[in-house]
């Protein structure tokens, strides 16, 4: 598949590792898939595309605007509609936890305004927070982020993300829908359940 293709070059290029490659993309796209039943074929097309390349773009391997200008350019290939390609863009540039987080308002989340693709933009947000609930995901990036740390120290580190984030994303407000609300018990659940068995491995 050609976006499997493009995706897996851009992690080859920008050296980004399987924490946010392609595993990440097509499990994202999985959850689209579960979490969605009202979406048109349009807009499945458009959050199956913007779930897997959201991440393409991330500028924690690359500057965002050579991100973004590589995937538009690839989007282009692809027989989509230019509104189309436009709105992708403008989903996976908004759609950064880390982002929308320095952007809160008096503790408030404030999620940008994409109209009538506005449940698109929240379907893919939640695809990609729900796919966080994954341990060994966090532990891969951590250990990217400092080679050197002991497994012990790794396991603490991400238990500690998990404790003071991840878990509390129904709480703070981040995961709101109630497709991708059905799945957080389960989800959190195995992430303990992760956490009770990795230190043994």
């Not at 074929?41 to 913007?50: H, Q, R, T, V």
């Not at 987080?101 to 933009?121: A, L, T």
């Not at 060994?136 to 982020?145: A, D, E, P």
């Amino acid at each position: 598949m050609e976006l499997w293709d493009f995706i897996s070059k851009m992690c080859l290029e920008y050296s980004i590792d399987e924490s946010h490659g392609l595993k990440h993309a097509q499990d994202c796209v999985l959850w689209v898939c579960t979490i969605q039943d009202n979406l048109s074929a349009d807009e499945l097309i458009i959050a199956i595309y913007s779930a897997a390349l959201h991440d393409m773009c991330d500028k924690k391997y690359l500057d965002v605007s050579i991100g973004l200008t590589a995937i538009e350019q690839w989007l282009m290939t692809q027989n989509l509609e230019p509104t189309h390609i436009q709105v992708i863009l403008n989903i996976i540039s908004t759609m950064s936890y880390t982002k929308l987080k320095s952007q809160m308002i008096d503790g408030k989340i404030v999620f940008p305004d994409h109209g009538i693709y506005s449940n698109v933009y929240h379907i893919v947000r939640h695809a990609d927070l729900l796919d966080a609930y994954k341990v060994n995901r966090c532990m891969l990036y951590q250990k990217r982020l400092q080679p050197t740390i002991s497994h012990e120290k790794c396991i603490e580190c991400v238990r500690k993300i998990f404790d003071e984030r991840i878990f509390n994303y129904v709480k703070d407000g981040w995961i709101t829908l109630p497709n991708a609300l059905i799945h957080v018990p389960e989800l959190t659940q195995k992430a303990l359940h992760y956490f009770e068995t990795i230190k043994y491995l």
